[in-house]
């Protein structure tokens, strides 16, 4: 049994989130969300993401500075 892709989805937009999580949903995909770049640092290494989905502009880190 294979288990569904993961991905985190880091955005504070609260339509963006509900938008993504429906359509990732549809086509499979578990989805966890952070709604700042700290969160999504610290959810990083729990979550092991298939794929990530960053905003750039975030509260308390943006979304470049996660990257690094």
Known sequence: MTSNPTVLVVEDEESFIEALQ???KREGFK?????????ALEMF???????????VMLPKMSGIDVCR
């Open 45 to 55: 290494d729990r979550v092991n993401p298939d794929l990530i989905l960053l905003d």
């Open 22 to 24: 429906i359509g990732l």
């Open 31 to 39: 989805v966890e969300v952070a709604r700042d770049g700290m969160q």
